[in-house]
């Protein structure tokens, strides 16, 4: 495993940061760490024509200029005034290298709290940026490094773009082919926990004047907040929705997620079902195969039970162990859960398993004691 730590200058949408991308080879060059913020850079522009705020924009999404000064397009001293007021310092550690089918960054927030974005890049060339929503998470599923961390906070719109942010720089230095390609609110948090901020900043990704990623091409990963299924069902862009279920009845999810006490797989169906029906899009189901505890023949038949729907996808993920009290199903169990759920006619999806030397079930860098 390669490390190196990354210095990025960020600039703050109520904080769109971004920016100056500065490899050093150990040290942390600064604490002075800023996020770029989109309404900082609103204010910095105000008394300008309008078509500056666009070139700025610009600049910063689709040029992903690491320093003012590689723009342009922006007079000089504009250029100073966003550079001394909009600073682009980002301090974010990279594990795993450029030939690595994943790289994990490690990023220190102005607070100092830390979060953890992955790039996971797949053979036929695709690139998803798997991201945080919040530090840490309230919700404490048994088997998630992040859930042990309790919550922490929200993180602003710039946060999460930052990270989006931070890989396109990364991408683009490392000469690879495409940009980034795909997204997934799959890091740390639960996003329908951070609702408003998470739509916002699929707006700046959509935006065909920032990332233009298709709206097609984001996915939303929930342990099931019921209201804001229903929230999510009546959004216009066409988000992909993915569900963590992890266990096929109500008793066994409420040991796994507590979150499971509060609406039952019957209150939970039921969204998905009111989202489907409005958005008639496919509804992705995750579920981690945990050695003795979800992957017998029983549990296969009783989730290919609530799989009976055309539009219904299950992703079966080996557990990544964490250091807790679970360990990974073993390939042949993971082999005969899955047969099962095909032979009932099910579509199911095995997800390769990336990365886990980078720890990449997320909440495992961010969550380790110094
Ligand atoms: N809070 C949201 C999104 C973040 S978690 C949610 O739970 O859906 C993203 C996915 O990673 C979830 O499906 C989660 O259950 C899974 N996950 C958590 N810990 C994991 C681990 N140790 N190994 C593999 N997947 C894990
Ligand atoms: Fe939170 Fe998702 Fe982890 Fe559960 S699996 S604790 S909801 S991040």
Redesign the pocket.
Known sequence: MSMAKVCYNDCTVDNLSLLRYNWTSSQRISKKILYMNLKGLQIVLAGQPKFRFKQAWKAVFVDLISDWNDNTTLPKDLREVLNSECSLDVEAEIFGSEKSESVKALLTLEDDQKIETVLLRHKDGRNTICLSSQVG?A?G?A???TGKMGFKRDLTVSEIILQVLLFARYLKENKSEKNITNVV???M???FLNFDNVMESIKILNDKEAFNIGARHISV???GIVEEINKFANEKMQINL?I?L?ASNDKLRAELMPVARKYSLNQLFEAIENYVEKRSRQVMF?Y?LIDGVNDSEYHAKELAGLMKHPLYVVNL?R??P?GGRFRPSTATSIRKFKNILLREGIKVTERHEFGQDIKA??GQLAGRKK
């Open positions: 998470c919700l599923c088997f998630c490094a609110f799959m890091g948090g639960e996003p990963s929930t342990a993915a963590s992890h995750e981690l993920i557990y990544n964490t079930a997320c």
